[in-house]
Nanobody, 123 residues
Framework: QVQLVESGGGLVQAGASLRLSCAAS????????VGWFRQAPGKEREFVAA????????SYADSVKGRFTISRDHAKNSVYLQVNSLKPEDTAVYYC????????????????WGQGTQVTVSS
């Protein structure tokens, strides 16, 4: 079992950048496909980005393409989400998820979830 802890969120102004981190409890995390999801108050959880276990394949939601970048560092048992040019509509709790058979946008495919980190973007 893999425990995930997100960090790096905060309150920022529109146009700012943050780097969100997803740190895992064990190196077995490095053999997992990982996704980032977000959920705003009163809204459904939505897919943001995903990365393959090797880091060789990435995918993004259309709403964040060109602004967000997912990456991973196997030595640190971590996956990152660089979020640039933030907009108020990016405000949400961002969750890291692991364990899917492929780096899918389907949240139900992931077995492990962190507690989330809050990103708030003011206008």
């Amino acid at each position: 079992q893999v425990q995930l802890v997100e960090s790096g969120g905060g309150l920022v102004q529109a146009g700012a950048s943050l780097r969100l981190s997803c740190a895992a409890s064990a190196p077995t995390f490095n053999s997992h496909n990982v996704g980032w999801f977000r959920q705003a108050p009163g809204k459904e959880r939505e897919f943001v980005a995903a990365i393959s276990m090797s880091g060789g394949t990435t995918s993004y939601a259309d709403s964040v393409k060109g602004r967000f970048t997912i990456s991973r560092d196997h030595a640190k048992n971590s996956v990152y989400l660089q979020v640039n040019s933030l907009k108020p509509e990016d405000t949400a709790v961002y969750y890291c998820a692991a364990g899917a058979l492929i780096p899918t946008m389907n949240g139900h495919a992931y077995n492990y979830w962190g507690q989330g980190t809050q990103v708030t973007v003011s206008s």
